[in-house]
């Protein structure tokens, strides 16, 4: 029987190791701040679709931090790998092994993405019609994975981080004979173009996005932020 889980990756949000690229316009104390609303938000929505969430945490010490800023019943699980694949094949390794499947991997980089993509990813997954899903950003990278069980050599050699990471993966997906199934578009906010993109469909664009992000948007009406 299906063990549907999600997993959150989150960094601990410290100044001056989080959301550096944000700087300027933001201090290396306001990104930190942020960093923390971001991954609260992410956590605040999955909670609404899955009984079972994991962070899974970097660094090795990150715990602490991040216990303090979300809910106490979480599941937690320390990244291990020297790159993002390696940390990947970590978590869905150890989730595996532990029965759970499908796996969905989430970043915390789109506080507003929508819940629905998290449940087409869950439900595509588990009646068997893709042994993998990929949610693309506009930066060239992507916002989730999922997959049945681990996936030996979908993220090895990959260069994170441009804007060739979603096309190798989807590379590697085919020449593995894996069925993949793609999600909508969403954008992770990393540099400031994304953030002033945040900030506009934030206030003007949609009001709904409030329901799914209030710890941001709480943020922005704290912080005035210079014209862009």
């Known amino acids: 029987m299906p063990r549907p889980i999600v997993v959150v990756m989150a960094k601990a949000p410290r100044a001056g ?5 944000l700087v300027p316009p933001l201090t290396y104390s306001q990104a930190a ?5 971001f991954i609260c938000d992410a956590v ?11 962070i899974a945490y970097a ?4 715990r602490e931090d ?3 800023i979300l809910p106490s019943d979480l599941l937690w699980f320390e990244q ?3 790159d993002l694949g390696e940390r990947l094949d970590s978590v869905a390794n150890h989730l595996s092994i532990l029965g759970y499947g499908p796996v969905v991997i989430v970043g915390a980089d789109s506080p507003t993405l929508p819940a629905t993509f998290i449940k087409q990813a869950l439900e595509v997954l588990a009646s068997g019609h893709a042994d993998v899903t990929l949610g693309p950003t506009t930066d060239g990278g992507y916002y989730l994975v999922g997959m049945n069980s681990a996936m030996a050599g979908l993220f090895q050699n990959i260069d ?5 990471t979603y096309e190798q993966t989807v590379g590697h997906a085919t020449a593995l ?3 993949l199934h793609t999600l909508p578009m969403w954008y992770d906010v990393d540099t400031p173009a994304d953030l002033y993109l945040l900030r506009r469909r934030m206030f003007t664009d949609d009001p709904m996005l409030l329901k799914r992000a209030p710890n941001t948007y709480r943020w922005f009406q704290i912080h005035a932020l210079p014209p862009s």
Request: proline residues 5%; aromatic residues 6%; hydrophobic residues 40%.
């Open 33 to 37: 701040t942020l960093a923390g609303c």
């Open 66 to 68: 991040l216990e303090r």
């Open 44 to 54: 605040l929505n999955l909670r609404q679709i899955v009984d079972t969430l994991v």
């Open 17 to 21: 190791v989080v959301k550096t690229r």
């Open 59 to 62: 660094p090795a010490n990150a």
């Open 160 to 164: 994170w981080g441009t804007p060739f």
């Open 177 to 179: 004979n894996l069925r």
């Open 80 to 82: 291990r790998g020297h």
